[in-house]
């Protein structure tokens, strides 16, 4: 290899040698075009594409912007006096990640810039701009808010032309929020309650709060039932997903891949029982103490009476039945006693929304992976057997004998007995990405064979003909060379010489043609 390097190198430096100053000029001429060719090709395909990350921003916001974009090395471009802001296009999602992380730039439009007006600003421009100052600092509240992905808010607030027209017109609001996740009613009676309280004279019953794919989340009525149907879901799920969790801190660090299946029955009806409780103080006694007793006794004696009492005498004799005459005699009393019990009066009132363990339950699969990569796989395969036909193969899950511990641990953990447990070894077949050419990959190689042609042509341009010499019109050999061939079987000692010698002068002349015909001329030249 080091030869061959040493012979090119060679003959470069002679052709070069060869080559008058023009010759010199145009070839050195034509490897600057080729080498600025490739500089302006090579920095054409390595520019970066630069896009929009915001436009039409005022100057504090865009400092606000820079600085981050500074202390984080990415690279971007002021255009629009500093207004709009280009990034690389590269750049573009992680550097909205990061600018949102860091809460820049913190709204474009400030209470500064809603109070500062001019000579030519009205009353009712000066409204406008704080209302619209509200709705945005409103937007960024909601916005900031877990589970609010973006708020737009719009409120209605009546001009106060009248101070006592004002107090009776009520302002209004709408709020349509692009979410994350479904949030619960309680959080959406929070972002009504701040709404409310944000703007001057603006009651609950007055906002709508709808999300971005058209649901109605507030309606302007009273808070809702804590146990309607909507809130009893949401107490559902949440209280599956905290069963879940605990399961998953249970068995994850066991199975690579778990899936819960709960059913959680709850007790939703609303019960209030009083009852009252009356026992004496008394030990071992039905009656309470005494506390007051009023006692009366008497008699009487009954016989034959004259006639009745009245004011005036009767008339006439009475005629009545008294038997045989006899009296009789009557004895009575009566007592009228108070007594103080104990009495215990219990008002209960039943807890709702509770689980009902004994009626609810839990299905479980946990999955243990087996994994088959084909760039290991493939080249242990029977002949025949093609990776496909292995994955087709081996795609059954197989059942895997779990321990009793495993259910024990679900009961215990999630306080509910009618659990199931299923395990499975899943195959995972990891298949080998193909190489996929991309057509910029080509361009350096392409770029190295258009140089080797374009130094081969220049070389084969300027290379110098050969001279061809005539050895048999310029040098006379003597007739004692061309002496005849003897045919003797076995060549002297002198003879053997003489080929060996000859070998030598042949290879010399097969290795090294051009100092031959170098040599050769210089002796026509002493001749001469």
Known sequence: ????????????????????????????????????????????????????????????????????????????????????????????????????????????????????????????????????????????????????????????IPEEKNSFLASKQKSSASVMLTLYENLSQAQVDGIAKLVASSVYNLSLADITIVDSTGRTLYDGSKESDPYSTTNQQSIKQSEEQGVKSKILEFLGPIYDEITISSNLVFDFDQQQITSEEYTSPILDSDRGILVSEHLTEGS????????????????????????????????????????????????????????????????????????????????????????????????????????????????KGTGISDVVVYGYEKPIFIDTIPYEINPMDWIP????????????????????????????????MPDAVFSDIRNDTLPTIEEREDMATKKQIDKFVDEKPEAVASLLRSWLNEDD
């Not at 009789?328 to 209960?348: D, H, L, P, R, V």
């Not at 299905?363 to 087709?392: C, S």
């Not at 042609?453 to 084969?460: N, S």
């Open 1 to 156: 290899m080091n030869e061959t390097l040493t012979q090119v190198s060679g003959k470069i430096t002679e052709r070069w040698s060869d080559l008058n100053s023009s010759q010199r000029i145009k070839v050195l001429g034509g490897f600057a075009a080729v080498l600025g060719a490739i500089i302006l090709a090579v920095v054409t395909l390595s520019q970066p594409t630069m896009v929009p990350l915001y436009t039409g921003l005022d100057l504090a916001a865009a400092a606000q912007v820079t600085e981050v974009l500074e202390t984080q090395g990415i690279e971007h471009t002021l255009l629009n006096g500093g207004t709009t802001i280009h990034i690389n296009e590269k750049d573009l999602s992680s550097t909205k990640i990061l600018l949102a992380r860091e809460n820049v730039p913190q709204g474009r439009y400030t209470f500064a810039d809603a109070i500062t007006n001019g000579m030519s600003t009205t009353e009712s421009d000066r409204n406008a701009k704080l209302n619209y100052y509200d709705e945005t600092k409103l937007e960024t509240d909601l916005a900031s808010m877990e589970g609010v992905k973006a708020a737009s808010v719009t409120l209605s």
């Open 445 to 476: 190689f392409v770029l190295l064979v258009i140089i080797g042609i374009i130094v081969l042509g220049i070389m084969l341009k300027f290379k110098k003909p050969e001279e061809i010499i005539d050895l048999g019109e310029t040098i006379e």
């Open 300 to 411: 009487a004696t009954n016989q034959l009476a004259e006639a009745t009492p009245g004011v005036e005498a009767n008339d006439g004799n009475p005629a009545l039945a008294m038997g045989e005459g006899s009296t009789g005699e009557s004895n009575y009393s009566t007592a009228n006693n108070q007594y103080n019990i104990n009495k215990s009066i219990t008002s209960q009132v039943k807890n709702v929304g509770t689980i009902n363990y004994a009626k609810s339950s839990i299905a479980v699969n946990v999955f243990n992976h087996r994994i088959y990569n084909q760039e290991f796989i493939e080249g242990t395969l029977p002949d025949g057997t093609t990776w496909e036909m292995f994955k087709e193969e081996n795609s059954a899950e197989i059942p895997l004998i779990l321990e009793p511990a495993i259910l024990e641990g679900i009961q």
